[in-house]
């Protein structure tokens, strides 16, 4: 944590900076604005702008301060495109946003919250890339609230047309690796000569005004706003909000803009055949006079949800008179736009993910904690073109346990968790999301000497579905092996959603010694809201797994333990 931070409407003693790193290792940024007990919301930004449009002082009430006042925990990402970070400067692709990016901010804010789930407020290409992510298998969110565009995406003639031009990728031809909307040196040759090009770029006429900035961001994305929503201070501050975005970013929306809806970065279906992870309460909210993605775009989404999830769990509300970022940093917003968001907020505070129906409310005490064990896994055979080479490599999976009630995992006689993260192998190219994961932790087996560890989860990679199902045997032969039984992961890959599949390969993947060290610091007690719960909670689960060691490895010492933890 660093430290306090100046908002308008917010106090200072309220914020803090948390630095975070994502697992492709890129640096992100959390500020917290924390007004109230009524639960972590964390805010995301889109493309070539950063949090600072939840922020800026330059209107009257900002959506953080907003939010802070109405008694919420604010928690603003600054997600790898975000200006404010270097990362924005570098090559990405809403993938990597989606799968490093939510994945790593949200377990974050559950960590430093203990807060089981949260809430999300995402905008345009952060909503985008949030939809992506939950498609792709990410957890921990209860319900959202999105803004201008989601998983489909109906654009002006002028935006396809530039995308079926293959702008983006003619600018890279040309040496062209980002779009700013606020160079740095506007005085430059280029700079100036790009600004009186884009005087004959077409505006419709009532927004036509002196700022080079909204002629440049009309050129990049679209026209953002209606003029007469701005305050003439933001206007005047333009080039402070938004600045550089990358090619590969723009190539990708590209993709998708041409295909209609999410898609993954070679254009590949990989999201939407899993609209079912949808089913959280979500408020959509568009600008009638979006002419960047119509709004047509969200009423696509929300009745396609409705379709598959449910139609209670979706709303959608139209804002008359704005455009699409306005709808954000409006002067007015606080008036016309920010309490649909509080109100679907406070409507879904306590509603939990519904997969098995029923909202529910968890307060039990839990514990998290990560795991990496790695190790050589062939495949026999994988889907379709994949090469021999890719075929053989490590297997890396670097998974998060959540145990959400410790005293009902205590009590199931098979002990069972959830698990997330992601799975790593040549064969599958970049790291995959794992999904509906179980983990079974002394589950019982015929043999009532032997006991196993269970690390079962599904995932999609390029539209194939996989089945990874993985077993420690802990059993104690002749000689004490307790080591090698803890951390060496039995590991069988399936093609299709379960083990009824064909076989793709086998093989074994290990925690090392440092990986175990390293669990051990990532130990987190969930939902005890003091440090003696946490201690607790934390020693609960100790005891438990300490008595079941000694059940298995050490049999002559079992009277004195009754093998299922107290
Ligand atoms: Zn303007």
Redesign the pocket.
């Known amino acids: 944590m660093t430290g306090h931070v100046h908002f308008k409407g917010i106090e200072e003693k309220d914020t803090a900076r948390y630095p975070l790193t994502t697992d492709d290792n890129v640096q992100l940024l959390l500020t917290r604005c924390r007004g109230g007990d009524r639960g972590p919301v964390l805010l995301s930004h889109g493309l070539g702008v950063s949090s600072e449009i939840f922020t800026t002082g330059t209107i009257e009430t900002s959506l953080a301060a907003f939010l802070y006042q109405a008694g919420y925990d604010v928690w603003l990402l600054d997600f790898r495109a975000s200006i404010l970070l270097p990362a924005c400067r570098t090559q990405f692709t809403g993938d990597d946003v989606a799968f490093h990016d939510y994945p790593a901010a949200v377990a974050e804010v559950r960590r430093l919250t203990g807060a089981a789930d949260i809430q999300v407020v995402v905008h345009c290409f952060g909503a985008t890339t949030f939809f992506m992510s939950m498609l792709a298998g990410l957890q921990g969110v209860r319900s959202a609230v999105c803004s201008q565009v989601a998983t489909h995406m109906v654009t002006s003639r002028l935006t396809r047309m530039k995308a079926a031009l293959r702008l983006a990728r003619l600018s890279r031809l040309v040496g062209i690796d980002a779009f700013d909307a606020s160079p740095p040196r506007p005085e430059r040759f280029r700079d100036r000569l790009l600004d009186l090009l884009l005087y004959l770029y077409p505006i419709r006429r009532k927004?036509?005004?002196?700022?080079p900035?909204?002629r440049r961001i009309a050129f990049m994305y679209a026209e953002l706003y209606n003029?007469a929503n701005?305050s003439g201070e933001l206007?005047a501050h333009?080039d402070d909000l938004f600045g550089v975005a990358n090619i590969s970013a723009f190539m990708h929306l590209a993709t998708m803009v041409r295909t209609g809806f999410v898609v993954n970065r070679k254009g590949s279906d990989i999201y939407l055949p899993q609209l079912r992870r949808l089913n959280i309460p979500i408020t959509f909210i568009h600008g009638s006079d979006n002419i960047c993605f119509y709004p047509e775009s969200t009423e696509i989404s929300c009745n396609l949800l409705g379709k598959y999830n449910g139609r209670d769990l979706y709303n959608r509300v139209v804002v008359p008179g704005y455009g699409h970022i306005d709808c954000i940093f409006g002067k007015n917003a606080h008036r016309d736009v920010f309490p649909a968001i509080v109100a679907h907020l406070d409507e879904t505070r306590a509603v939990r993910p519904g997969r098995a129906g029923a909202p529910e409310v968890s307060v039990a005490a839990g514990i998290t904690f990560r795991e990496r064990m790695s190790g050589r896994f062939a495949a026999s055979r994988g889907g379709g073109t994949t090469s021999a080479e890719a075929l053989r490599g490590r297997l890396t999976l670097s998974l998060a346990i959540t145990l959400a009630d410790l005293a009902g995992f205590i009590r199931d006689p098979e002990h069972r968790g959830v698990l997330s993260g992601t799975v790593s192998h040549p064969m599958f190219g970049a790291p995959v999301l794992v999904d509906h994961g179980v983990f079974k932790l002394f589950a019982p087996t015929e043999d009532p000497a032997t006991r196993l560890m269970v690390y079962e989860f599904g995932f999609t990679c390029d539209g194939v579905s996989y089945f990874l199902a993985g077993r420690k045997w802990l059993r104690n032969d002749w000689y004490l092996d307790l080591w090698p039984d803890t951390t060496t992961l039995f590991v069988t890959l399936y093609e299709g959603e379960d083990a009824g599949g064909r076989v793709l390969g086998k093989g074994k993947v290990r925690l090392s010694l440092f990986g175990l060290f390293r669990l051990v610091t990532t130990f987190t007690a969930l939902n005890s809201a003091t440090a003696s719960g946490r201690r607790r909670t934390l020693c609960r689960f100790l005891g438990f797994f300490a008595a079941n060691i000694v059940a298995i490895y050490l049999p002559f010492l079992r009277r004195k333990t009754n093998g299922q933890g107290s």
């Open positions: 927004e036509r005004c002196s700022n900035v909204c003029h701005l206007h333009l």
